[in-house]
């Protein structure tokens, strides 16, 4: 029997990717179907839903599960669930589907699922606003109700993808038919829960942490990965490759930066790394909730919790994404609670002084004898071809993304927040 946590939901993985001949028959069939041209945020859904990494979920939620998840961080049955998954469609092509009908839902000319769809229910303005004041907007002061939507739609990249959803969301059960890109572009990478699962097994861990990244790894994220490694059986650093916000690095300098950061300065046998396909929804403390949600189907225990956890600009308090575990509900039924609970780290910097990696529960010394590190940070130097403070980040790591740098003939100004600078020390 393993002793790893189970998926969460209490059904085990629910894997909706079709493969074979299953597969064959359901993209025939397609062909004759109506077709719904998805969004990037959606194609990484499906995907997950495929692989049994949002399980238990097998479809796109109706109107009862995503004021459920925006309200109370539950689906209608009960089960926990963070951030809503559903999938928007204009009203004209919403119209020509039955309830019952099945339909093929596309992203750029490749057929991605088909989906039965079981109930469509309408969206107005007042109804995004409302989910972007559940999901999105924080209880910092720079998140009070007079601020948050002075600068919400020019600076909130989540807030924005969602008022920009259609009229209607389209509900049901998929069956998935593509893994996108993701297994031939991320060989060895990009991991099925089941794959992840198979190689915690292999190696005889139980007791699992996860480190979620979405910027190159610095001092601080390796800090963060030998903590766990010290008191947890192993850790798995789970890259985001899906898509991110104009002025991130692309998912593959991530990886490199990586692979050549556990060559030289980990044990190999302690540290696995890997790939999901999602797109970032930089819902701060709510997808903090989703990423320990998910990583639970991968097997993972224990989900390291940073400052500013899938932040973005000021929106969020520094440990906001931590102190929200502490105020979800559970569930009745213990099958249907998160059972990956949160690692909180404090604030992590180098200090001088101390002549190493600290945090503030155990540096004695200044701000101004502390190197702030920060992913925003370093992409701000390195755009600008400003020199990296010492410390910063590894040698070989920085030669890497210098290059990126280099080669790019379009750069994207970076916005620092107080967080990213330090100011908020």
Same mark, same amino acid.
């Not at 909130?156 to 993808?161: A, K, L, S, Y």
């Not at 990009?190 to 790894?217: D, K, T």
């Given at each position: ?165 259609? +009229? ?12 996108? +890109? ?18 915690? +097994?292999?190696?005889?861990?139980? =007791? ?29 650093? !789970? ?14 300098? $991530? ?8 060559? !030289?300065?980990?044990?190999?046998? =302690? ?30 225990? =224990? ?5 500013? !956890? ?9 440990? +906001? ?72 980040? $590894? ?31």
């Amino acid at each position: 029997m393993s002793k790893l946590v189970p998926p969460h939901g209490g059904k085990g993985l629910v894997c909706c990717l079709l493969e074979g001949a299953e597969r064959e028959a359901e993209l025939k069939k397609a062909a004759g179907l109506k077709q719904l041209e998805i969004t990037a945020r959606a194609k990484g859904d499906l995907i997950m839903m495929g692989i049994g990494g949002f399980s238990p979920l097998n479809g796109f939620m109706g109107k009862a599960d995503w004021k459920g998840v925006c309200e109370k961080f539950t689906m209608a049955d009960g089960t926990f669930w963070p951030v809503p998954v559903t999938l928007d469609a204009d009203k004209s092509f919403a119209d020509t589907v039955a309830v019952g009908e099945e339909i093929a839902l596309v992203r750029k000319g490749e057929v991605f699922a088909t989906m039965k769809v079981t109930e469509k229910f309408e969206m107005t303005e007042a109804d995004k606003k409302w989910e972007c004041e559940k999901v999105f907007k924080g209880e910092g002061a720079d998140s009070a109700d007079d601020k948050f939507w002075a600068v919400a739609l020019e600076d909130h990249p989540g807030v924005q993808m969602v008022m920009a959803q259609k +009229e209607v969301n389209l509900a049901g059960p998929v069956k998935v038919l593509s893994e996108g +890109e993701y297994p031939a572009e991320y060989k060895g990478v990009y991991l099925r829960p089941a794959e992840v699962r198979a190689m915690f +097994e292999e190696r005889g861990w139980a =007791n699992v942490a996860a480190l979620q990244l979405r910027n190159p790894m610095h001092r601080s994220h390796e800090f963060l990965a030998k903590i766990a490694i010290e008191v947890c059986d192993g850790v798995l650093i !789970h890259s985001l490759i899906g898509n991110l916000k104009a002025g991130d690095i692309p998912a593959d300098v $991530r990886v490199k930066a990586i692979d050549c950061l556990v060559e !030289h300065y980990f044990v190999k046998a =302690n540290v696995i790394q890997a790939g999901y396909p999602l797109d970032m929804r930089y819902a701060g403390p709510r997808e903090g909730l989703l990423h320990a949600t998910f990583r639970q189907n991968y097997g993972v225990n =224990n989900m390291l919790i940073g400052r500013d !956890h899938a932040g973005v600009g000021d929106f969020y308090g520094l440990f +906001e994404a931590q102190t929200i575990f502490d105020k979800i509900p559970t569930p009745a039924d213990p099958g249907k609670a998160l059972l990956c609970k949160p690692m909180k780290i404090d604030w992590t910097f180098y200090c001088y002084k101390c002549d190493g990696m600290a945090s503030l529960r155990t540096c004695p010394h200044t701000k101004e004898d502390r190197v702030i590190l920060s992913g925003t940070k370093l992409r701000k130097a390195l755009s600008e071809n400003q020199p990296i403070v010492d410390h910063f980040g $590894r040698d070989e790591v920085l030669d890497i993304l210098r290059a990126y740098y280099e080669g790019l003939t379009e750069k994207v100004a970076v916005k620092m927040q107080g967080a990213a600078s330090g100011a908020a020390m």
